[in-house]
C-alpha cells in the first residue's frame, strides 16, 4: 500500500490533491469544520467513486502541522 499526502496552507483542495493520482480512497483534514463539506464536494468531482472519510481539527503533514 503506497499513501500520498498533499496538503494547502490556503485551505485549496485543488492544491492539496495535485500530487494524488488514481487513489482507492481519501482520508482528508481540514481546519475549520465548515470547510467540510465544500472540501468533500470538490474531492468528489477531481475523484468520483472514491470513498473518502473527512474531518475538522489540527493535522500533520510532511515536517509541520496545520492549525488554520
Known amino acids: 500500500m503506497k499513501f500520498v499526502f498533499g ?3 490556503t485551505g485549496n483542495v485543488a492544491e ?10 481519501l482520508l482528508f483534514i481540514v481546519s ?13 468531482q477531481v475523484f468520483p467513486g472514491v470513498p473518502s472519510i ?3 481539527g489540527q493535522s500533520y503533514a510532511g515536517k509541520g502541522t ?3
Open 16 to 25: 492539496a490533491l495535485q500530487a494524488i493520482q488514481s487513489p482507492e480512497a
Open 66 to 68: 496545520v492549525d488554520q
Open 54 to 56: 473527512g474531518g475538522g
Open 7 to 9: 496538503n494547502s496552507k
Open 32 to 44: 475549520d469544520e465548515s470547510m467540510l463539506a465544500d472540501a468533500a464536494a470538490q474531492i468528489e
